[in-house]
């Protein structure tokens, strides 16, 4: 069964603190995606990875870096937290060809004071 | 610009009754076309999808779509609302029949959501 899990479910952080949201997949997916969720702005892609050591920045990216350094795994990390960033961040994976269907994680509440 | 819109943020039914999500897009190529569920708290879990083909598709927990170019839509359905159906719902379109990999084939655009409320 595909599974994608992020490392943690609720996260509260101080304003200037580095922050790491973390991602695991476990269907030897390609492509990988960061999106942050707020009301009444659904979802919003802050960046994506197509293969290990790829990034490219989706449409919210300030603010906000990446690391993919296994196939499996895609890091979003916050370099100095802001209450701005107080958020739900999903993690998905898909493979890059065929249906690219994408598999979301259950969703890290990142809460910054 | 391609662009996915949801047009209800918040609908209510009742318990029973039937059930119609809109959702229109704007896609220079043939689309891949998606709804997604989130229940409260989780991530997104994927209703139905089309690809190709017969444009009327099925999908989990009795939920179907159908396509329809001419309107540039995919409307979700359920024929019978159930309580467990209180979730937002979110349609979303991606690059349909596009070849090779990598890049930003594989990205999906969003529409804002609908969030259902199932009244007993």
């Not at chain 2, 991530?43 to 159908?66: N, P």
């Not at chain 2, 309107?71 to 979730?87: E, G, T």
């Amino acid at each position: 069964d595909v599974k994608v899990t992020q490392s943690s479910r609720y996260l509260v952080k101080r304003t200037g603190e580095k922050v790491f949201l973390e991602c695991v997949q476990d269907m030897d997916h390609e492509n990988m995606f960061w999106y942050r969720q707020d009301p009444g702005l659904g979802l919003r892609l802050i960046y994506f990875s197509y293969d290990v050591k790829m990034k490219e920045k989706g449409d919210i990216p300030e603010g906000y870096s990446v690391s993919r350094e296994k196939k499996e795994r895609f890091s979003l990390i916050l370099e100095s937290a802001s209450t701005n960033q107080t958020s739900m961040y999903l993690c998905a994976s898909s493979l890059a060809g065929g249906e690219r269907i994408q598999y979301f994680g259950a969703g890290t509440r990142l809460s910054v004071l | 610009a391609q662009s996915v819109t949801q047009p209800d943020i918040h609908i209510t039914v009742s318990e029973g009754a039937s059930l119609e999500l809109r959702c229109n897009y704007s896609y220079g190529a043939t689309p891949y076309l998606f709804w997604y569920v989130q229940s409260p708290g989780q991530g997104l879990q994927l209703l139905l999808k089309y690809f190709s083909g017969d444009t009327l598709v099925q999908g989990i927990k009795g939920f179907e779509a159908e396509f329809k170019r001419s309107q540039s839509s995919f409307n979700l359905r359920k024929p019978s609302v159930h309580w467990s159906d209180a979730a937002e719902y979110f349609c979303a379109v991606g690059a349909g029949a596009v070849r090779g990999y990598g890049g930003s084939q594989g990205n999906l655009i969003f529409g804002k959501g609908t969030k259902l409320s199932v009244k007993p």
